[in-house]
């Protein structure tokens, strides 16, 4: 299977560099088969039922972005991913010419390189890691050229540890959840810690040789329980179905789990849960997310919905607008 298909031309003007106030007026692409519906994403609560069942990601992005410079000049940005003891943590650093041994001062913080293992790079901090790694910036995306703020942050965010939002939950209000909630529409809830590989490019042009960075995900008894008596399923975002089918069994359920995934959905795999829509963002062209939406729902018809949405002005990406692909 050949990567080059997986693509679509956009104009970079319509990437989106700030999310829309209020967050729920963002447009809606809704996608029913070869049918689309051009909506607000506040219309979604037209599409569900009393007693659907709709799952969401609850991680909560940390704040661990720090930028300052070489102890030679230079600038530099550092991303914190993971501690590996009281002052190390691996993490990802933007800065020319980035070594081993090199040292770098974020305000008040020195750093110094100690071990690379090819885009990672092993970090010792004069303080604790815990001490700084959720007190600075949120680690936006490349192609936002600013840094974002809470409007990067789900509402309903309480399980801390992801390297990026789970960016289709960013629409939802609490009016919009309450409203929900009212209409008899149950929520369940899951955690993935979102980490860098789910962003990083395909590299090879045969899918099948791309391995996914493991992420941490939980689902609890009562969530498990709550997913496996829905007769209509929805589901929030690409991170909360790879956790469900990271959970799921051969029979269509859920279990119980505490665990990392190295999932990778691409056209071709075969869900296991009977989802019956899945509400995203629009993603990048020849990424692990658009081959994921793809296998979900079939790439000539996110094709030609992404093809639309760019004839209509449709904002792209993390802080743009959505779509609900429905079965």
Not at 276 to 282: E, H
């Amino acid at each position: 299977m050949n990567l080059d298909q997986f693509t679509y031309q956009l104009p970079d003007e319509l990437i989106a560099q700030t999310a829309v106030t209020p967050r729920s007026s963002s447009k809606l692409l809704v996608v029913k088969g070869n049918e689309l519906e051009h909506r607000r994403f506040y219309h979604i609560i037209d599409y569900f039922n009393k007693n659907d069942v709709l799952v969401l990601n609850k991680t909560r992005v940390l704040k661990n972005k720090l930028t300052g410079n070489k102890v030679t000049g230079a600038r530099a940005e550092i991303i914190i991913m993971r501690p590996v003891d009281v002052f190390t943590a691996t993490a990802r650093i933007q800065c020319s010419k980035v070594r081993v041994g090199n040292e770098f001062v974020f305000q008040d913080i020195h750093a110094k390189v100690m071990d690379q293992d090819n885009d990672i790079f092993y970090v010792k901090f004069d303080r604790p890691v815990d001490s700084i790694i959720d007190q600075n910036l949120y680690p936006n995306p490349p192609y936002i050229k600013r840094n974002v703020g809470e409007e990067y942050q789900t509402v309903y965010a309480s399980e801390s540890g992801s390297l990026a939002a789970p960016t289709s939950g960013l629409h939802f209000t609490p009016d919009l959840l309450t409203e929900l909630k009212t209409k008899g529409v149950r929520f369940a809830y899951v955690t993935l810690h979102v980490g860098f590989g789910t962003f990083l490019p395909v590299r090879d042009q045969n899918i099948v040789n791309h391995k996914m960075e493991p992420e941490y995900y939980e689902i609890d008894a009562g969530d498990a329980e709550l997913i496996n008596s829905a007769k209509r399923l929805f589901v929030v975002g690409t991170t909360a179905l790879k956790a469900l089918e990271s959970a799921a069994t051969k029979d269509g359920r859920v279990e119980v789990k505490k665990e990392f995934s190295k999932l990778f959905i691409y056209p071709g795999y075969r869900f296991k849960l009977p989802v019956k829509g899945l509400v995203t963002n629009f993603h990048l062209p020849r990424s692990t997310l658009i081959l994921l939406v793809s296998a979900f729902y079939g790439w000539d018809r996110i094709r030609a919905a992404y093809e639309e949405a760019v004839k209509r002005k449709y904002r792209f990406f993390s802080l743009g607008d959505a779509t609900f692909l429905l079965k």
